[in-house]
């Protein structure tokens, strides 16, 4: 503020001394003007004084010396010039006869002589002039005024119209100035404090003390206004801080409630979060069962309400009369905002203190999931513009929740899954002991009774004997076959590697198992079927699972046994670069094109009912399976009419075991 | 006892496989040397009440309290015992229960049923020391 009142009158000095400044020109050409003026007047006078001088000199020739004493004195001469350049009289007696260049240059004395009168100015003398021919005498009256007084008066004046001027104008300027200020300053003042709100500064403050009239009515609605700006804003920002709070709690719950999958974990959690950060009295959640559209109390929240939850029964959304009902039925947000004077509000004798209640509904894409019940001490507590939160919350609490719901329904498939694996298992295990002890001593007892070591037998008993015996054996292998196609077919298959296997021992083993079942098969055949043997001398010692590979073996013997009825049945066994390749040739039927593949199917054989179908019809694809887990292949090549050959390949090491 | 050999133990649960291993051995091999014990429990204190150190063991494998895998470490664990030979009966054709006998030390296993026609050569392998593994 000092700074600009420095300011401001520095202003006032440069506008005063620009001001004098045509002042000082005005009074410079007034005065020209003036003097100009004067001087032509005093030039006139001066010439009519020597007319009057000259025809008073014609008048009266003898009083010459006594015209010039009239017609000169104070600061004026007069006299009369003789054409010889002397005075004839003059003002100043002791002059009379003396010549006049002494006093006045050649050049005014010629003036005298060229014209009959005039005036002239002798600036240079400061003298006015006027002179008069005197007719018929040749001799001319002058009269010499001193223009120096005149001079003098007129500057005077001049100097004193200036100066009453300038003061004149400095104390205008100074009352102006003052005028100004007492204008401009509160109105600068008013302009800062503008500045200071435009600028954010709602703080600013004016100060109103000496302000008068306009200025001061300005000053105070402006700063009334600021004030009203201020508690706007400052309203805004506690609106916003609130929002933002709330905010700040719905996100906080959500996360919370997305992490947690367990529901009963999850919902006393909610409604606990969700009181305390919201600062209610009470909070609820009722779940919706969709099939008896029903509600239950599902939480609530502090001691009452786990009082109010252990009396709680699940309820007819269409029965009862309270608000959590009715936003059930409507699905819609409800306020009651003073609930001792609503009718909806089904007061409760645990929550005594209620005033207001709110009630949302939990919706997962337009399907209710449960309600979400707010209940407050305060009168008035829930408004138009804090519903969006409850609602927004409303609807991350039912997307929690039928995460939850869906989550403990998966995990309930899951353990099913689980136990039906298990059960799976069990099953297997007990099939294996189980089933398995009462058909081993059936067999065994079979066995015994048809060596006749518990008695003779008679034919016919013995042939029932063997035909319960094979049944007995076929349905064992069934039993077998089953669990080991449950073990491939669960991925559990394993296999028990042994090092250096001798595979002629093993050979051997199985030719010995397969001729029995030959040479039965051979007994009631005309001609008998050639078994044929081409194995290779130097087979390798390799690692496999030799009781797999027997069975392998035995499966494709025992096969081809069972569909030749004439011709030969060929075993090869050659030694490769990389492992053995066994071939096991009939001459049987052969197997349709379209079969080909069939046949490695479970049950197919079965299903289909081929001829001797004596199998389990599983033999083939666990075989198969069995060679793959050895990291070998088997295959068949097959010729209706022609015969059929199983090929299948042995390498050295099976993969992934070493 | 008349001091035949070779002297059989079979500890076993179910009561035909006993019939059937009693038949074989008395009727079809003709020995008198098989004691059956019943049921696996206090299994050490009935091997010593037999009062004949026994040549072969034939254990079931799936018996409680004690199972066959149990009843072989406690054989393995007294030096009484340390030449008679431990055989498995077992009707599990799973790969990984027979790589579990061969690890846990049995001097081999019969497959269930049994094979009756070749049962007493298995025997008689298996005191002359041979491992027999008749599984398949």
Same mark, same amino acid.
């Given at each position: ?51 009057l001088l000259a025809v008073e000199t014609i008048n009266h020739p003898d009083t010459l010396e006594e015209l010039t004493q009239v017609f000169g004195g104070g600061e004026e001469i007069a006299f009369i010039l003789g054409t010889d350049g002397t005075y004839l ?369 008679? #034919?016919?008993? %013995?042939?029932?004997? *063997?035909?319960? !015996? ?6 064992? $292998?069934? &039993?077998? =076959? ?32 397969? #001729?029995?079942? %030959?040479?039965?098969? *051979?007994?009631? !055949? ?6 044929? $043997?081409? &194995?290779? =001398? ?52 052969? &197997? ?67 | ?136």
């Amino acid at each position: 503020m000092q700074m600009r009142n420095s300011v401001i009158w520095r202003m006032l000095a440069w506008f005063l001394l620009l001001a004098l400044i045509p002042l000082g020109a005005v009074m410079i050409f007034v005065q020209r003007q003036v003097n100009q003026a004067v001087l032509d007047v005093e030039l006139q006078a001066a010439f009519k004084e020597a007319r009057l001088l000259a025809v008073e000199t014609i008048n009266h020739p003898d009083t010459l010396e006594e015209l010039t004493q009239v017609f000169g004195g104070g600061e004026e001469i007069a006299f009369i010039l003789g054409t010889d350049g002397t005075y004839l009289a003059h003002t100043d007696r002791q002059k009379a006869g003396m010549p006049a260049d002494r006093d006045l240059s050649r050049e005014i004395l010629d003036t005298f002589t060229s014209s009959e009168g005039g005036s002239l100015d002798n600036a240079a003398a400061d003298q006015i002039i006027g002179y008069a021919t005197i007719p018929g005498d040749n001799a001319v009256a002058v009269i010499l005024k001193d223009n120096q007084a005149v001079t003098d008066t007129l500057s005077s004046l001049s100097r004193s119209i200036f100066l009453q001027l300038s003061v004149i104008l400095l104390i205008t300027s100074i009352v102006s100035g003052v005028a100004i200020l007492a204008v401009i300053n509160p109105l600068r003042r008013l302009a800062n404090f503008a500045d200071q709100v435009g600028s954010g500064n709602l703080d600013a403050t004016i100060d109103q003390t000496d302000l008068e009239g306009e200025i001061a009515v300005l000053a105070s609605s402006l700063s009334s206004m600021t004030a009203r700006l201020r508690d706007l804003i400052g309203n805004l920002e506690s609106k916003v801080q609130e929002r933002t709070r709330d905010l700040a709690i719905a996100s906080d719950v959500s996360r919370q409630i997305t992490r947690v999958l367990d529901m009963d974990v999850l919902l006393p959690e909610l409604v606990e979060v969700t009181r305390q950060g919201f600062d209610l009295y009470y909070v609820s959640l009722y779940l919706f069962d969709q099939q008896r559209e029903e509600l239950l109390l599902e939480a609530s929240t502090g001691r009452e309400g786990a009082r109010i939850k252990s009396e709680a029964k699940s309820f007819d959304i269409s029965a009862r009369p309270s608000l959590v009902a009715q936003v059930a039925r409507e699905r819609k947000a409800e306020i009651i905002n003073d609930t001792q004077a609503s009718t909806i509000h089904f007061p409760n004798p645990h929550l005594p203190d209620t005033r207001a209640e709110a009630a949302f509904p939990m919706l997962v894409s337009d399907e209710l999931v449960g309600v979400l019940d707010l209940q407050s001490e305060t009168m008035g507590r829930f408004q138009e513009s804090n519903t969006p939160i409850f609602s927004t919350l409303a609807e991350q609490i039912a997307i929690a929740v039928r995460n939850a719901q869906l989550y403990r329904e998966q995990e309930h498939v899951a353990q099913e899954l689980e136990r039906a694996d298990l059960m799976k298992s069990q099953f297997l295990a007990s099939m294996s002991h189980e089933l398995r002890t009462p058909l081993n001593a059936i067999i065994n007892f079979t066995q015994l009774i048809a060596m006749g070591v518990v008695g003779p037998v008679t #034919e016919d008993q %013995l042939t029932m004997l *063997n035909t319960s !015996l094979s049944s007995s054996k076929h349905l064992l $292998q069934l &039993i077998n =076959d089953v669990l080991d196609i449950s073990k491939i077919q669960a991925g559990k298959l394993s296999l028990y590697i042994e090092e250096k296997v001798n595979l002629g021992d093993e050979i051997q083993a199985v030719v010995d198992m397969a #001729e029995p079942l %030959l040479q039965k098969q *051979n007994a009631v !055949l005309e001609q008998p079927i050639r078994f044929i $043997q081409d &194995i290779d =001398d130097n087979l390798p010692l390799l690692a496999c699972d030799r009781r797999r590979i027997r069975q392998v073996l035995l499966n494709l013997l025992s096969n081809a046994i069972k569909f030749t009825e004439q011709g030969s049945i060929t075993l090869s066994v050659k030694n490769r670069e990389q492992g053995c390749i066994f071939a096991v040739m009939d001459t049987g039927p052969g &197997i349709p094109q379209d079969m080909q593949a069939r046949i490695f199917e479970p049950f197919v054989q079965a299903a289909d009912g081929i001829k001797h179908a004596q199998g389990t019809g599983l033999g083939l694809p666990i075989s198969r399976s069995l060679v793959q887990a050895h990291g070998g292949k088997l295959w068949v090549e097959s010729e209706i009419g022609e015969g059929t050959t199983f090929f299948f390949t042995l390498p050295f090491r099976p993969p992934m075991t070493s | 006892m008349n001091g035949q050999r070779p002297v059989l133990v079979y500890v076993e649960d179910d009561e035909a496989s006993i019939i059937v291993m009693k038949a074989i051995v008395e009727r079809v091999m003709k020995l008198q040397t098989l004691h059956v014990l019943r049921n696996s429990a206090d299994f050490m204190q009935q091997v010593q009440q037999l009062g004949v150190r026994p040549d072969i063991f034939l254990f079931d494998i799936q018996m409680n309290p004690y199972d066959g895998f149990d009843l072989l470490s406690m054989l393995r664990n007294d030096p009484q015992f340390s030449s008679s030979k431990v055989v498995a009966l077992t009707a599990s054709v799973m790969s990984e229960e027979v790589a579990r006998l061969k690890q846990s030390g049995f001097d081999g296993a019969i497959a269930k049923p049994l094979n009756i026609e070749v049962f007493p050569d298995l025997i008689a392998k298996i005191v002359n020391g041979e491992r027999v593994w008749y599984i398949v």
